[in-house]
């Protein structure tokens, strides 16, 4: 014996006009939802940084010095993000924002606080037109400037993967 599935089909009643027509059933459009990204709060620039070492190193130590205590060397534009969460105003032509920086003790005294005890911090970043030259931030004025990884400017490390 064989068996045979059975088709059901739900029959809809057509909807009936006055003028006697037949109006034809329309079938519904879906509906689109969007569904809207859920935005994790960033952790503040002082939830990231990692205890001061007060240490200078070549660029090179300071990437292992990082890694080896479990973080990694900040990009330029963690340690820029420094100097404008403080009030400082990034230098852009190396006088007037150098000098606003320079006398402005609430900028001063924040960086300070957050741990960057000295002036001259590396960063991650290596420099586009050479890869023997690596950026770094001036807190004092709050310049960012280039120069030879192998210099020794001060280390500051971040938690890794943030």
């Not at 590396?122 to 950026?135: C, D, I, K, L, P």
């Amino acid at each position: 014996e064989h068996q045979v599935p059975q088709v059901f089909a739900q029959r809809v009643p057509n909807i009936v006009l006055k003028s006697g027509g037949v109006a034809p059933i329309s079938t519904p459009k879906p509906t689109v939802v969007r569904l809207q990204p859920v935005s994790t709060p960033k952790p503040t620039s002082t939830s990231k940084w990692m205890t001061p070492i007060n240490k200078k190193a070549t660029w090179k130590e300071a990437k292992e010095i990082c890694r080896a205590s479990g973080g990694r060397l900040p990009t330029i534009e963690e340690l820029k993000k420094v100097v404008t969460d403080c009030g400082g105003e990034m230098d852009k032509d190396n006088s007037a924002e150098w000098n606003k920086n320079k006398n402005n003790s609430q900028y001063q005294n924040c960086y300070k606080k957050k741990g960057f005890t000295s002036h001259f911090y590396w960063s991650s970043t290596t420099h586009a037109s050479g890869t023997n030259y690596a950026w770094y931030v001036y807190f004092y004025g709050g310049g960012t400037y280039y120069y030879d990884k192998s210099y020794d400017y001060y280390v500051r490390c971040v938690r890794a993967g943030q």
